[in-house]
């Protein structure tokens, strides 16, 4: 039997489809979340503390929320920036089908829920905001922070959050030793055991 992971592209478990009431940009609201997704039960607390803890994001351009799950930092730059583009982005199709529930059930026209490999080459980022799935292993996920921060714009920024005891503090070390002329990456907060990464592109 294969273990399935919320990474997983095609999730075979049955969907599960449930309703959720959470806070998006201020404001209360119902989405819809399914088994198979990373945190279908709630606004996981990695998330929370990185909504809590950025500055708004840029009023346009294109804005991106790597590996978006069901869509809570998607909805947020959406509804916070309503003139943007808001790419969602994730593996997992289960997940992105709900990012386009979860879209339109809240009236928001301005997000793109894509795989990596439906992303224009050509698009550049104001910003990008992740919780990235640590799970996927360090190899991985180094790959995954290789393909897409160097796609942001110049004088623009990353924040990404990772628990502390999932290896925070030695992801930022790589960061700065893998982007030593392109980015400086900073701690800019820490709250309930995770950190706030900043990444300003240069």
């Given at each position: ?120 080459d050509d698009i550049r980022f ?27 714009d110049h004088d623009t920024e ?31 907060s820490t709250n309930k055991g ?9």
């Amino acid at each position: 039997m294969v273990t399935e992971h919320y990474f997983s592209e095609m999730p075979a478990s049955d969907a599960k489809l449930r309703q959720l009431r959470v806070r998006i940009a201020g404001r209360e609201v119902e989405v819809t979340t399914a088994s198979g997704v990373f945190s279908p039960e709630r606004i996981d607390v990695g998330t929370q503390v990185l909504l809590a803890n950025t500055p708004a994001p840029p009023p346009g351009g294109n804005l991106l929320d790597l590996g978006c799950g069901w869509g809570p930092i998607a909805l947020t730059l959406a509804t916070e920036s309503p003139h943007a583009t808001v790419w969602a982005v994730d593996v997992n199709e289960r997940a992105l089908d709900l990012v386009r529930r979860n879209a339109e059930s809240l009236g928001l026209t301005n997000i793109t829920a894509a795989t990596p490999d439906q992303v224009p080459d050509d698009i550049r980022f104001m910003t990008v905001w992740s919780n990235p799935p640590i799970r996927v292993g360090k190899n991985e996920l180094h790959a995954m922070l290789e393909r897409w921060l160097p796609r942001l714009d110049h004088d623009t920024e990353a924040w990404l959050v990772v628990a502390k005891n999932l290896g925070a503090d030695s992801l930022q070390r790589w960061l700065q030793g893998r982007f030593p002329d392109e980015f400086t990456f900073v701690r800019a907060s820490t709250n309930k055991g995770f950190r706030v990464l900043r990444g300003r592109r240069r």
